[in-house]
């Protein structure tokens, strides 16, 4: 019965391990998991791939179980049994049965041994030491990579094929520590721990060995197959030290190979070296125990002693490892062993054993550990390293350091280099603006008369072309604005502009280092508000992701260029870059308000980390322009395609009332006027044709005015009117929660149904607007006032949905996006009222 059991199981194709084989029956070993030194124990007993193995005896629920496996008789823990993966020996089906192995029985008998071909790979490391680089060689993906901290905030997956085997890659945020000082650092830990990946390699900066290696220390209590890559190998040769490679391989027991990430070099080799790993073909692959010293030692055995006492203790987690966190009073790691079930005094004995070692040393638990870890890296590197020795100058990088961060040149230089960045934007992304521009209009004006007239030309003219072509026009700013962004991370200047930026911060209760996000929401808030993961402190992380939405993020960028551009000409370049400081000010006011009131609490200590600089790469720096293309493209075909369809439908129904009626009667008449006129009365032609086209522009501002998103837009005026927003822009705005760029392809959408304005652009359709009704009517609706007033409130108001659905996420409570999406629009309206009057006494 339970042999029928485990058949039907095989052929579900459900994983089988050693543990489910009943007694008698004979399975080959497919796979050895858990951690290395298990592993390699288990084959020295003669567990490998491809093996047979009888099962002698296996009682249900009673440990242990007894196998043979090369006439040896071998016992095993139940749980141990549940780490070792097999494929049954019998076959019943008429497969063909193809093996090259080195196993010597009836092939007839066995069952196709599935190659070990799939492969779990996760890359950890310290921020910027080039883990993202190396994951992009291997797969050729294109993620992120940025010279500062907290690029990477996620673990990105991708699957590549590389000698046969099928290999998935994780790129794991970058961590210092495994400790869990912050949710990142969790977050690894816990991947390393409940993933089992079958090799994790650990990418460190080679320049900087010392501090990258106290990670690898950590993964080296974790006990699991790690392999080195010794990145950025190209600046230890530049700098000329002398590394023993081989030498530290042998007595830290770690695989290394070195690599150059952003050139692709050594990448091969590399992964030759997970592969040998994952297969445990490496000889020099051990598992070596840090030494703690007399007193933690004795501590840790303690501890030890009462996991293995537990019965129900699965092995996939070194016990040492347990042992250890818990004597570094980690509190997540008593979840992590709360299954024991003596869980709670191994706690007590730990305990007890922190209070023994913290009477006798006089020094906490942690510092302990991290001592004698360092202790155990400096002896490592002291056998194995030589750094060159050189006469103490100052090296070009120091040069630069020292203008760039300067007391006095550090500050106006970063507003010089903003400035430079937004005036480029505007003024090299015009030319190819205009050619983008001219192309709709051409796409648009053959539509328009291959199409015969009715709502279906209208719907593309109009909606579609008006809509979508309004927004495409921008992408070369976007993709300028993110060439300059891609170069202030990849030189490494975005991490010293945390730097300069960290004095600042610190009036306003905040580390440099939240500035960082900050900087990363210019390009898009979402992103910016998960990079927040990197702040410790929870407090400093909530009020970080608050202040996010006040960065003029990409999509903002086209609205600042088009009201600018049609209203500042001269200056555009300038009142951009005003709005981005204007952002960042009143982020920063925000941030003190809400230190004042409601986050108190202190800041927690940190090191403020300073990458040497880098000439950035043009292959990364294009790398990033393209995918933020794409982006961009993509949101165009989606989101704002969907988006302007919907508001033209709003806009172009109904079709009809009285008055367009009457004026649609008016129309006939002199049309049947202007029939009967002949040529000689050129005075009462020209009359005619004159009323004719007020007539038409009458019936559309009518027909628009009674459309469904007219009566949704008067709705709104009374609110905006004080600001001097008419309903069109009051609904713009309302629909650019969406995404931002709707703001512009709504507006493309409403007026490019005036017919007096064919075959011209979005921008000079806004300077032609003018009020239709009330006090103001005839006079210009962007007048210079109402342009700044609107500027100030898109940079304020509401961020786009997925930034309310980020801050949700990040913070935990919906409580904290509501407050977001209150306080930023009340504060938009009262600022950009404000700003509409004080600039009203000016222009
Ligand atoms: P991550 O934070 O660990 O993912 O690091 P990234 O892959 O984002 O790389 C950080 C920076 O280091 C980028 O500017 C890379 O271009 C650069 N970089 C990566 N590998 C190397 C290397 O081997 N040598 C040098 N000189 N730079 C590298
Ligand atoms: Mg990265």
Redesign the pocket.
């Known amino acids: 019965m339970k042999c029928l059991l485990f058949l039907a199981r095989l052929k579900n194709n459900e994983l089988i391990t050693l543990k489910d084989v009943e007694a008698g029956e004979s399975v080959i070993i497919q796979k050895i998991n858990g951690r290395s030194s298990f592993r390699r124990r288990i084959s020295e007993m003669g567990f490998v791939r491809g093996k047979q193995v009888d099962v002698l005896k296996n009682a249900p629920f009673k440990d242990p179980i007894e196998y043979q496996i090369m006439g040896y008789n071998i016992s095993l823990r139940r749980s141990e049994a549940a780490l070792i993966e097999v494929v049954s020996l019998e076959d019943n089906s008429d497969n063909e049965i193809i093996y090259n192995g080195t196993l010597s029985f009836n092939k007839k008998e066995m069952k196709e041994l599935r190659p070990l071909n799939e492969l779990k790979v996760v890359f950890v490391?310290n921020?910027?030491?080039?883990?993202?680089?190396i994951f992009n060689a291997i797969s050729g993906r294109q993620e992120h990579?940025?010279?500062y901290s907290g690029?990477?905030v996620d673990a990105k997956k991708a699957k590549t094929d590389y000698n046969n085997y099928a290999i998935e890659l994780t790129?794991l945020p970058?961590t210092y520590s495994l400790s869990p000082n912050s949710p990142d650092e969790l977050f690894v830990r816990d991947h390393l721990l409940k993933a089992h990946p079958d090799v994790v390699i650990n990418?460190i900066d080679a320049s900087n060995l010392e501090r990258n290696l106290y990670l690898t220390t950590q993964l080296i209590d974790m006990d699991i197959p790690v392999v080195l890559a010794l990145?950025?190998?190209?600046?230890v040769d530049k700098k000329g030290d002398s590394f023993d490679i081989e030498q530290f391989v042998k007595i830290t027991g770690m695989p290394a190979v070195k690599?150059?990430?952003?050139?692709r070099v050594g990448i091969h080799q590399l992964f030759d070296k997970v592969i040998e790993v994952a297969e445990n073909n490496d000889p020099n692959q051990r598992h070596i125990h840090i030494n703690y010293g007399v007193e933690l030692e004795q501590s840790i055995n303690k501890v030890q002693q009462e996991i293995w006492k537990a019965s129900n203790y699965i092995r996939d987690i070194s016990s040492r490892y347990f042992s250890l966190r818990l004597l570094d009073n980690d509190e997540h790691t008593h979840k992590n062993i709360s299954y024991l079930e003596n869980a709670e005094a191994v706690v007590e004995v730990a305990n007890k054993e922190i209070n023994r070692l913290e009477n006798l040393c006089k020094e906490k638990t942690q510092t302990l550990i991290t001592n004698a870890r360092y202790g155990f890296i400096t002896g490592a590197l002291k056998e194995t390293f030589k750094a060159k020795k050189t006469k103490r100058q100052h090296s070009f990088s120091e040069k630069i350091d020292n203008i760039l961060t300067g007391k006095y040149t550090g500050f106006p230089l970063f507003l010089l280099i903003l400035w430079i960045m937004f005036q480029s934007t505007f003024t090299f992304g015009a030319y190819p603006a205009d050619w983008i521009d001219i192309g709709v209009n051409w796409i648009g004006s053959v539509f328009g008369n291959l199409l015969s007239d009715g709502p279906v030309k209208d719907l593309i003219v109009d909606g579609i072309i008006g809509g979508v072509g309004g927004v495409l026009v921008f992408l070369p700013n976007i993709v300028i604005l993110f060439f300059f962004i891609s170069l202030m991370e990849?030189t490494g200047y975005m991490a010293r502009v945390a730097f300069i930026m960290d004095k600042l911060m610190h009036l306003i209760g905040l580390h440099g280092k939240s500035f960082i996000p900050l900087i990363m929401g210019f390009g898009c808030n979402v992103p910016a508000i998960m990079a927040t993961r990197t702040l410790e402190n929870r407090s400093d992380r909530l009020l970080t992701i608050l202040i996010i939405p006040f960065m003029t993020c990409s999509a903002r960028l086209p609205v600042y260029i088009l009201i600018a551009g049609a209203i500042f000409p001269e200056t555009a370049g300038t009142v951009i870059f005003s709005m981005y400081l204007a952002g960042i000010a009143i982020s920063i006011l925000t941030a003190l308000l809400l230190k004042k009131t409601i986050f108190k609490a202190k800041e927690a200590p940190f090191v403020m980390e300073l990458p040497p600089y880098?000439i950035p790469?043009l292959r990364?720096a294009i790398r990033h322009m393209w995918s933020k293309a794409k982006e961009y493209l993509k949101k165009m075909g989606g989101v704002i395609l969907w988006a302007s369809i919907i508001v033209w439908f709003l806009s172009y129904f109904p079709r009809t009332n009285e008055n367009i009626e009457l004026y649609q009667s008016e129309l006939a008449r002199i049309e049947l006027q202007l029939n009967e006129t002949n040529s000689d009365s050129l005075n009462t032609t020209q009359d005619l044709l004159l009323s004719e086209s007020e007539l038409n522009f009458k019936i559309y501002e009518e027909q628009q005015y009674n459309s469904y998103i007219g009566k949704l837009g008067r709705g709104i005026e009374p609110l905006i009117r004080p600001i001097g927003f008419d309903w069109k822009i009051g609904v713009s705005l309302v629909s650019g929660i969406i995404a931002k760029e709707v703001v512009i392809s709504t507006l493309g959408v409403l007026y490019a149904g005036d017919e007096s304005a064919d075959d011209s652009s979005l921008r000079d359709a806004i300077q032609r607007q003018k009020h239709a009704q009330g006090e103001l009517k005839g006079t210009p609706i962007y007048t210079k006032p109402t342009a700044l007033a609107l500027l100030v409130f898109v940079l304020i108001y509401v961020p786009c949905i997925a930034v309310i659905a980020a801050i949700r996420r990040e913070s935990g409570k919906w409580k904290w996006a509501l407050f977001n999406v209150v306080y930023a629009t009340s504060l938009a309206w009262v600022l950009a009222y404000i700003v509409s009057k004080v600039a009203g006494l000016f222009f």
């Open positions: 490391g921020p910027n030491s080039g883990k993202t680089s990579v940025g010279n690029v990477t790129d970058g990418v990145n950025m190998y190209d600046e690599t150059v990430g952003s050139k990849d880098r790469t990364s």
